[in-house]
């Protein structure tokens, strides 16, 4: 049974740092990249960062470059996305997905979604 299930989301301060998880099950990852999004309210669901899975390969959207770092532990199936100097424009649910293909970060090329787990950026 394919899986993912998205972990780490909280409420943080402003210029804090956050780690949310995206444990993967039911496929070898091998043949995948994993992408997260996230979606605040009322807008639409962006790319954020991506990894290619047998590659190591990152992507990252220009706001959060610098800021974000997209790892994998290959013995977990898990895929992190480090968030530093945490802004209350990245409060957002945060959702990962996996594309069967190089990394595209296009929502309409995903093929399996998680939940999501929510981030908020507040004093």
């Known amino acids: 049974q394919v899986q993912l299930v998205e972990s780490g989301g909280g409420l943080v301060q402003p210029g804090g740092s956050l780690r949310v998880s995206c444990a993967a099950s039911g496929f070898n990852l091998d043949y995948y990249s994993i992408n997260w999004f996230r979606q605040a309210p009322g807008k639409d669901r962006e790319g954020v960062s991506c990894?290619?899975?047998?590659?190591?390969?990152?992507h990252y959207a220009d706001s959060v470059k610098g800021r974000f770092t997209i790892s994998k532990d290959n013995a977990k199936n898990t895929v992190y996305l480090q968030m530093n100097s945490l802004k209350p424009e990245d409060t957002a649910v945060y959702y990962c997905?996996?594309?069967?293909?190089?990394?595209?970060?296009?929502?309409?090329?995903?093929?399996?979604w998680g939940s999501g787990t929510l981030v908020t950026v507040s004093s």
């Open positions: 990894i290619t899975y047998s590659s190591g390969l990152t």
């Open positions: 997905a996996l594309e069967r293909a190089m990394c595209s970060m296009d929502y309409y090329n995903m093929d399996y």
